[in-house]
């Protein structure tokens, strides 16, 4: 089954989601982005049509914060990627620090250190052996460089 297809839920499913499943299901969508580069609205839709895929507000609202940002995510992660490009990791790695970066920037409501411990979380459930510490070790670096988002001020 596709990361897309594990939320082909129905309404009444969507409404008791907790912000960790609206998470992962942003996270499904934005995998899908980054191995498509088909506009956010684009995959939302066909996943409407082909899996009765109803978005939670939470995650629709991250999935299109991404979006909007995308090219300043994308700065922030090159500048903490030491050694890499971002072309060159993974799509499930890039999905990852795409959100974990979209909230420590521009969610002022998420703590910097919950956004990078859900995405450990969820490298640990779909990435490969390496990727929750090289997730963790990015988005350290980039709270580092961001102390006000970390509340560090």
């Known amino acids: 089954m596709d990361l897309v297809g594990r939320f082909v839920l129905g309404s009444e499913t969507m409404k008791k989601m907790n912000r960790r499943e609206a998470r992962e299901q942003a996270f ?18 066909a996943a409407a049509e082909a899996r009765d895929f109803v978005p939670n507000s939470f995650a629709e609202a991250e999935m299109l914060g991404v979006e909007e940002h995308l090219e300043q995510i994308d700065n922030v992660i090159s500048e903490h990627i030491r050694g890499w490009n971002i072309r060159r990791i993974s799509k499930v790695t890039l999905a990852l620090l795409r959100l974990a970066v979209y909230e420590i920037l521009f969610d002022p409501t998420i703590p910097a250190g919950v956004s990078a411990n859900e995405a450990v979380e969820l490298a640990k459930k779909y990435g490969g ?3 929750a510490p090289y997730v963790n070790g990015v988005l350290s670096s980039v709270i580092k460089a961001f102390p006000e988002k970390a509340g560090e001020e």
């Not at 499904?28 to 609205?41: N, Q, R, S, V, Y």
């Open 28 to 45: 499904c969508i934005l995998f899908e982005h980054a191995m498509t580069g088909e506009k956010m609205d684009e995959i939302l839709h």
């Open 129 to 131: 052996k390496d990727d």
